[in-house]
Structures are given as C-alpha cells and as structure tokens.
C-alpha cells in the first residue's frame, strides 16, 4: 500500500481494491473506502461501504435491483436477480416453492458426497490434495446438477460458459476485449445449451426443479418459456460459482488459524458460527449493483435518482461502525448479522444449501486431514473480483483418517 498520508480519491481506491495483484488481499483498500461510507466516483458511480448504508439500500423501494448501464446490450427478459417487486416476487416465489422441499433434508447425502470426493482424490494423489478442484468445485456443480436436473457429465460445457459469464460480472474497465467477446459467445452457448435441455424435459418430464417449474402444480406453476431459461442460468451459475469460494475460503481461515482447527475437532458445533464468519470475513460475493429511482439521502449525503450505486459487501462486513475488531476471523462473534448472502428482498435463495455444504465440507476437512498445511501461501487466485476466491489451494497433510463413519 502507498503512504497513508497521501489523499486517494475513491475512484482509485477502488480500482486498487480490484486489480488482479491485491487479490488474495483487498481488504485494506475497502477499510480505506468504509472511512467515507458514501462516495460517488468521478464517473457518477456512487461506491457504497458502509454496512448500515448498504443495509438501508438492500431495503429500499426506492432503490432498483436494475444496476445494467443504459448502453449495455439488454436481454430480452430479467433474472429476478435483476427485477423488481412484484414481477420480482412472483419468479422468487415461483422458484422457492421447487426450491426449498427439494433442499430439506439434505445433509447426509452432503455428507456422503464429500466422504466420496475426499477418498477419490487422496487416494489418488496421498498427501496432497487441491481443496479447490478435489472438494470445494465439484460438490456445488454436483448437488445444483441433481437439484435441476441438468445432467452432470455435461460440466465441461457449462462449466466453461460459466467461468466466462461470472468474469463478465466484474468491472467492465477491468476487462480486456478478448473477455468481452468471449462472454458474449458465452451467453449465446448458455441460451443454445439451455434449451436443448428444456427441449430434452418437455420430451421426458423427471424428478426435478426444472420439471417442477414446467409442469409443476404450485400456485403459479408452469413458469413462462423465457423465464424458464433465464431462471435456469441464474440458478445454475449462482449455485456453483460461488459456494466453491465459501468452502475454499473457510479452508483458508481454518489453515491460517490452527487453534480453531483444533477447537473444531473437540466442538463440532462450531462449524456454524464459523462459516458465518468466513462470510463475513472473506465473503464469496464481494460486491453488489443497483440503481436509484429516486433521490436518496443517507445520514445528510443524497445519491441522485438515476445514479448506479455498488454495494461493497465485503467492505460493510469489516466496517468498524458495526463489527469490533472487524479484521480479526472471530467465529465467536455476538450477532453477526454480515451481508456475505445480502439482505432484503433479494436475499439470497441458496443460503441453506451453501451454508450446508460448507458446514460438512469443513467438518470433514478438519476431522480427517492430518496436520494439515497451506502449500502455497497466498494460493493464486482467479482472475474475478467480485465471485472471488482462490483458484488452487492445495494443502498438504500427514494422512487421511478414515471417515470414522465407514470403519
Ligand atoms: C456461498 C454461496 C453463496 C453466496 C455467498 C451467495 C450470495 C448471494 C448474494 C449476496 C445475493 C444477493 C445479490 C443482490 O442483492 O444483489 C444472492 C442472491 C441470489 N442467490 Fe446466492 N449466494 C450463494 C449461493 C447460492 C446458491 C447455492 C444458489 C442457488 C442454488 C443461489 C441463488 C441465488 C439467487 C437465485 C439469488 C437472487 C435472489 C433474488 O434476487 O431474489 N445462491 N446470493
């Protein structure tokens, strides 16, 4: 970091915080941008990191979920992601009603699935294993593939449009031509590959959300085509882009804080406090977007109506206004109400599902490596900002303990 006595606009603290070099580390320019919770960049941008701000916007009517520039290509349909209330909760509800049933009771078969994944790849490889591509990727692509009924085998094809589409969320200045146009072939391969999909159910109707959304008997089943499709990618992408950076990073902080490690070992119930630290601490969606429809004033500074506004999440997690010692991992910490899924009506859908799948991956992490270490420290990390985390983590350790369960 450059000297502190300089005076850095937000507009560069900002670009600070995104550039590829601070990746494994942008925390200290966010704790520089929290100083000034409301901020608009010199291209009208207004940056907003303070939490209890962001928390007023997450809830604000007034405020859109809409946060395209009027120049960007338009889709011809929304994302509920994007959409706003009441044809925003109409999808919502259309959705949860497949959704949540589906996901109850899902935790043995979790279980089941990372005792399956840890003992393929060690077995494979002894004393060595990536955390990311042996554990943390392939759990979310397999459950979200089960969950809709997208066939698993096809990951290489979606896997790849979904690494290019999630780098197209970040930034647009932070991004080169040639990841321009790759993300516009993506969405063309995602709308192609999605409806032969649709295509294949509408022919065999199975056991699955998509199913459930076709022909589904809910209140306000089946869902329009268009719908169907951008719903689709949404939840597909959402489901496993992002809760392979919880468990990664939860891996971290467990690697880098070898006293929890062994706290977890003694106090198994630990693991749910310390999940939702590492979504406080070192959340796996960093920032947001939305768009104001009209003035708003917060705490004596008014965001103009019309104006773009980021919500940095992961800058609100750590402001001092609202956690105490907000750049210590404390998984003890009283109400720890963070931003990590947002807030409002566009909480996050998957939150149970993600906070599962972290909370088993992690138990088994800790349970049956032996001594643990971090290989590499920081791991690279993938190019994104804003779906950060790690691309590799491998860790090294002295054995694998049998699943206790399996003996
Ligand atoms: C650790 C993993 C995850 C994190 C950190 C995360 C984070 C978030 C955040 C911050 C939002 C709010 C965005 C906003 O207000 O602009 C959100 C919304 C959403 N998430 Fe997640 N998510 C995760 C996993 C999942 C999973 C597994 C799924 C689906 C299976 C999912 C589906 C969605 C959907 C559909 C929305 C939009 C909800 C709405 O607009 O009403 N997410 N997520």
């Given at each position: 970091m450059t000297?502190?006595?300089?005076?850095h606009?937000?507009?560069d603290l900002f670009a600070q915080a995104l550039r590829y070099e601070n990746r494994a580390d942008p925390y200290p320019y966010f704790a520089q941008l929290?100083?000034?919770?409301?901020?608009?960049?010199?291209?009208?941008?207004?940056?907003?990191?303070?939490?209890?701000?962001?928390?007023?916007?997450?809830?604000?009517?007034?405020?859109?979920?809409?946060?395209?520039?009027?120049?960007?290509?338009?889709?011809?349909?929304?994302?509920?992601?994007?959409?706003?209330?009441?044809?925003?909760?109409?999808?919502?509800?259309?959705?949860?009603?497949?959704?949540?049933?589906?996901?109850?009771?899902?935790?043995?078969?979790?279980?089941?699935?990372?005792?399956?994944?840890?003992?393929?790849?060690?077995?494979?490889?002894?004393?060595?294993?990536?955390?990311?591509?042996?554990?943390?990727?392939?759990?979310?692509?397999?459950?979200?593939?089960?969950?809709?009924?997208?066939?698993?085998?096809?990951?290489?094809?979606?896997?790849?449009?979904?690494?290019?589409?999630?780098?197209?969320?970040d930034?647009?200045?932070t991004?080169?031509?040639?990841?321009?146009?790759?993300?516009?072939?993506?969405?063309?391969?995602?709308?192609?590959?999605?409806?032969?999909?649709?295509?294949?159910?509408?022919?065999?109707?199975?056991?699955?959300?998509?199913?459930?959304?076709?022909?589904?008997?809910?209140?306000?089943?089946?869902?329009?085509?268009?719908?169907?499709?951008?719903?689709?990618?949404?939840?597909?992408?959402?489901?496993?882009?992002?809760?392979?950076?919880?468990?990664?990073?939860?891996?971290?902080?467990?690697?880098?804080?070898?006293?929890?490690?062994?706290?977890?070992?003694?106090?198994?119930?630990?693991?749910?406090?310390?999940?939702?630290?590492?979504?406080?601490?070192?959340?796996?969606?960093q920032?947001?977007?939305?768009?104001?429809?009209?003035?708003?004033?917060?705490?004596?500074?008014?965001?103009?109506?019309?104006?773009?506004?980021?919500?940095?999440?992961a800058a609100?997690?750590?402001?001092?206004?609202?956690?105490?010692?907000?750049?210590?991992?404390?998984?003890?910490?009283?109400?720890?109400?963070?931003?990590?899924?947002?807030?409002?009506?566009?909480?996050?859908?998957?939150?149970?599902?993600?906070?599962?799948?972290?909370?088993?991956?992690?138990?088994?992490?800790?349970?049956?490596?032996?001594?643990?270490?971090?290989?590499?420290?920081p791991?690279?990390y993938r190019e994104n900002a804003?779906?950060r985390?790690?691309?590799?983590?491998?860790?090294?350790?002295?054995?694998?303990?049998?699943?206790?369960?399996?003996?």
């Amino acid at each position: 970091m450059t000297t502190t006595t300089q005076q850095h606009t937000a507009s560069d603290l900002f670009a600070q915080a995104l550039r590829y070099e601070n990746r494994a580390d942008p925390y200290p320019y966010f704790a520089q941008l929290c100083r000034r919770p409301v901020v608009p960049e010199e291209n009208g941008t207004w940056l907003v990191s303070g939490y209890h701000e962001i928390s007023r916007l997450l809830r604000d009517p007034r405020v859109s979920a809409d946060r395209r520039r009027p120049e960007e290509e338009q889709p011809i349909r929304k994302s509920l992601l994007v959409e706003d209330a009441p044809r925003h909760d109409q999808l919502r509800h259309q959705v949860t009603e497949q959704f949540v049933p589906r996901i109850m009771g899902l935790r043995d078969h979790i279980d089941g699935l990372v005792t399956g994944l840890l003992d393929a790849h060690t077995s494979q490889r002894p004393g060595q294993l990536d955390v990311v591509g042996d554990l943390a990727y392939p759990l979310p692509v397999t459950l979200i593939c089960e969950l809709l009924g997208v066939p698993r085998e096809d990951e290489p094809v979606f896997g790849s449009i979904a690494r290019r589409l999630t780098r197209g969320l970040d930034p647009v200045e932070t991004q080169t031509e040639d990841e321009l146009r790759e993300l516009r072939e993506a969405r063309g391969e995602l709308v192609q590959y999605l409806e032969g999909l649709i295509a294949d159910r509408q022919a065999a109707p199975a056991d699955d959300l998509l199913s459930g959304l076709m022909f589904g008997q809910g209140s306000d089943a089946p869902m329009d085509p268009i719908d169907l499709r951008v719903t689709l990618a949404l939840l597909l992408i959402a489901g496993h882009e992002t809760t392979v950076n919880l468990i990664a990073n939860g891996t971290l902080a467990l690697l880098r804080h070898p006293d929890l490690l062994a706290r977890l070992r003694a106090e198994p119930d630990l693991v749910t406090p310390l999940v939702e630290e590492v979504l406080r601490y070192d959340p796996p969606v960093q920032m947001s977007g939305r768009s104001t429809l009209a003035d708003i004033d917060l705490g004596g500074t008014t965001i103009p109506k019309g104006s773009r506004v980021r919500l940095l999440l992961a800058a609100g997690n750590r402001d001092p206004r609202r956690f105490s010692d907000p750049d210590r991992f404390l998984p003890d910490r009283p109400g720890n109400a963070h931003l990590g899924f947002g807030g409002g009506i566009h909480y996050c859908i998957g939150a149970t599902l993600a906070r599962t799948e972290a909370q088993v991956a992690l138990t088994a992490l800790a349970r049956r490596l032996a001594s643990p270490r971090l290989v590499a420290a920081p791991p690279p990390y993938r190019e994104n900002a804003i779906l950060r985390g790690p691309d590799r983590l491998l860790v090294s350790f002295d054995r694998l303990t049998p699943d206790p369960r399996s003996v």
